[in-house]
């Protein structure tokens, strides 16, 4: 009821109307614009989010190496049309390389994007057949606390390697399978991320790494996207 209270009656309308047209143009923020997608294909539907994610891969490194990665999740969504927006990967990957191993990652990057109600956490689950995983972006304990429909299960539909160079990971685009968080998500703007080229087997290790992710569409209830709203570092 507090959540509704600041929202002017015409976008309780119509949001209820048309979400996704809501969404697009968020009184708050303005649209939301995505620059170079690096080939990858165009969105199908309008972007509702863009987050910044910020983490660590650990590097198993055996016959194979195998990846697990888990990332912090931050809404960035009102200022990404900000003059600076575009340093903000590099910057923040600046600041969590060289934080302390005791530091979080929210109180690494403090300075640079509003951490008091993170989006949520993006890490990888075993697929359903148990043979592979599956990439997951969850909310469901950050922006939409208490709604167990706000993940994005997606499966990647292309990648591109990363064109600002080779210590970058690939840039994604990846369309849901399950959940009502999103349609599509794009990774792009990677810093940091891919293993050393010269891991050998039994040297295990950690890459820190942020990358920008563009979320599109989206079916959550009109009350979960305005407390979405409501934290947004605006
Ligand atoms: C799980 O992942 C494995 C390895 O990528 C793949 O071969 C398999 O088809 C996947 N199963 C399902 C149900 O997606
Ligand atoms: C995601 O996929 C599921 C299963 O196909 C579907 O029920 C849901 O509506 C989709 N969500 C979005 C936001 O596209």
Known sequence: MLTISFIPLALVAASYAA??????????????????????????NALSYVLLGVGTKTILVRMLVHLRALVELFDVSCISNSPDFAQLPSDTLDLWTKASPSTSVADAVRSKVDISRPFGEHYFITN????????VWDATSGAFAGNNQAFFLGTVAAQVQAPTGSN????????NVTGSLAAEVYRIQTRGGQPSASCTPGQDGTVKFTTLYYLTGGDLPAQGRNNAQESRPC
Do not use: E, F, Q
């Open 19 to 44: 979400p996704v047209a809501h969404l697009a143009n968020r009184p708050t923020c303005g649209t939301l614009t995505v620059g170079d997608l690096g080939g990858l294909p165009l969105p199908k």
């Open 128 to 135: 359903s057949s148990g043979t592979g995983i599956d990439p």
């Open 168 to 175: 970058d990971v690939n840039w994604l685009y990846l369309t």
